[in-house]
Structure formats: structure tokens, C-alpha cells
């Protein structure tokens, strides 16, 4: 079984710029949901995606995009790079909506530094 | 909104040591909760859930009870291993919408020493 995987693994953009990440969610997961996790703070949820919709949407901006393909692969976008967005970002996978499981399986993560 | 509460780190323990790492939350309806580890250079994995209240959740050693009167899930193990060492986070879910979204607290990091 093929679990989450997140690349590029370390990235390092400018401010004004744009960045595309990208997860394979594990094998027979439908849902793909991204977290931003800051420097000493817990994953904050950015967008969820279901079968190819976004299901969801936490207080992020819109410059904040994703897809999310039909081999249930997704991508995040950040336009207009700000020196905030440096943080490690998180895809996690489930299989349906996991409302009362809680089994997502995370990634380890993309860290984007913006200078 | 919801709001998850851990107690700060960095916590150091000695092996077989008795561990608490202390979270409350805040939340409207009957969220399900969770506690989620971070070993180094790894993804987060999830530890234990507990869906409703009195509920206990369990593994690996490790317990948490889901206390609504008290809006708790404080995580406990008896005797820690130098293998726990990583980060815990708690975490709730919603428990409505048509979506699926945990909210985590900040994290506590958990050094444990032969």
C-alpha cells in the first residue's frame, strides 16, 4: 500500500512569486485535504477536496487555489507569494469524508520558505 | 469558533516516567477528538479518537478520555519509551457541515532520555 506522498520536499520562492505542490494521496482515497502548519504551531486547515470538488474551505485567501485530479491526485497553488506563507504544508488523504474516524493519512510535507 | 488547547512544551521525561500532556477544547455541538503523533522526519499519524463523551480512546499504551463536562482529552502513558519522543498534537473535528476538517492545538513536544 502506497501512502502519501508530497513534492517538492523543500522549496524556496520570493515574495511576488507562485508556487505549485503536489500530493498523490494513498492508494484508494478519494479526499485530499491540505493543512498549513507555521513554525510552532499546529496544522491549519486550508481546503479540502472530493472527488475533484473543493468540499470546504478554511479563512485563507483566494490566491490559495487547488485541484484536485481523477486519479485523486492534488495540487496546491500560492499566487502573490507573501513572507507569511513560509510554513511546512501538509496533504492528507482519507477515503470518503472520515467525519467521525479522523484516520487522515498525512504526508510529510512540503516546506516552502518565501524570502 | 473551535479552538484546541494543549499544554506547552517542550516536555522531558526519563524512561518509564508517568506522562500527561494536557488539552481542552472549545467547540459548539459533539465534536469527535484525537490525538495525532509527529515522529521526526515523519508524517502525522493518528494515535487514538474518542467520538463521544466518557468515551476512552487507547493505543500503543497511550489513553485519553473524552471528559464534555470538563471539554477535555488530556493523552496519558504509564511508562514512556525513548520511542514516544516526538510531537503530539490534539486535535477536534467538526461535527457538522458537509465537509471534514480537524483543528489542532499548537502541539506539544515530548523528549524522553535513557
Known amino acids: 500500500e502506497t501512502g502519501v506522498t508530497q513534492s517538492p520536499t523543500h522549496l524556496i520562492k520570493t515574495r511576488g512569486q507562485q508556487v505549485t505542490l503536489r500530493c498523490s494521496s494513498q492508494?484508494?482515497?478519494?479526499?485530499v485535504s491540505w493543512y498549513q502548519q507555521a513554525l510552532g504551531q499546529g496544522p491549519q486547515f486550508i481546503f479540502q477536496?472530493?472527488?475533484?470538488?473543493?468540499?470546504g474551505r478554511g479563512n485563507f485567501p483566494p490566491r490559495f487555489s487547488g485541484l484536485q485530479f481523477p486519479n485523486y491526485s492534488s495540487e496546491l497553488n500560492v499566487n502573490a507569494l507573501e513572507l507569511d506563507d513560509s510554513a511546512l504544508y501538509l496533504c492528507a488523504s482519507s477515503f470518503g469524508l472520515a467525519r467521525n474516524t479522523g484516520e487522515l493519512f498525512f504526508g510529510e510535507g512540503s516546506r516552502l520558505t518565501v524570502l | 469558533g473551535n479552538s484546541v488547547t494543549q499544554m506547552e512544551g517542550p516536555v522531558t521525561l526519563s524512561e518509564e516516567a508517568f506522562l500527561t500532556i494536557n488539552c481542552t477544547y472549545t467547540?459548539?455541538?459533539?465534536?469527535?477528538l484525537f490525538w495525532y503523533v509527529q515522529y521526526p522526519g515523519e508524517g502525522l499519524q493518528l494515535l487514538l479518537k474518542a467520538t463521544k463523551a466518557d468515551d476512552k480512546g487507547s493505543n500503543k499504551g497511550f489513553e485519553a478520555t473524552y471528559r464534555k463536562e470538563t471539554t477535555s482529552f488530556h493523552l496519558e502513558k504509564g511508562s514512556v519509551q525513548v520511542s514516544d519522543s516526538a510531537v503530539y498534537f490534539c486535535?477536534?473535528?467538526?461535527?457538522?457541515?458537509?465537509?471534514?476538517?480537524?483543528?489542532f492545538g499548537k502541539g506539544t513536544l515530548l523528549t524522553v532520555n535513557p
Open positions: 477536496y472530493y472527488r475533484e470538488e473543493e468540499n
Open positions: 492508494s484508494g482515497h478519494n479526499t
Open positions: 486535535a477536534l473535528s467538526d461535527s457538522g457541515g458537509s465537509n471534514y476538517k480537524l483543528t
Open positions: 467547540a459548539t455541538g459533539y465534536p469527535s
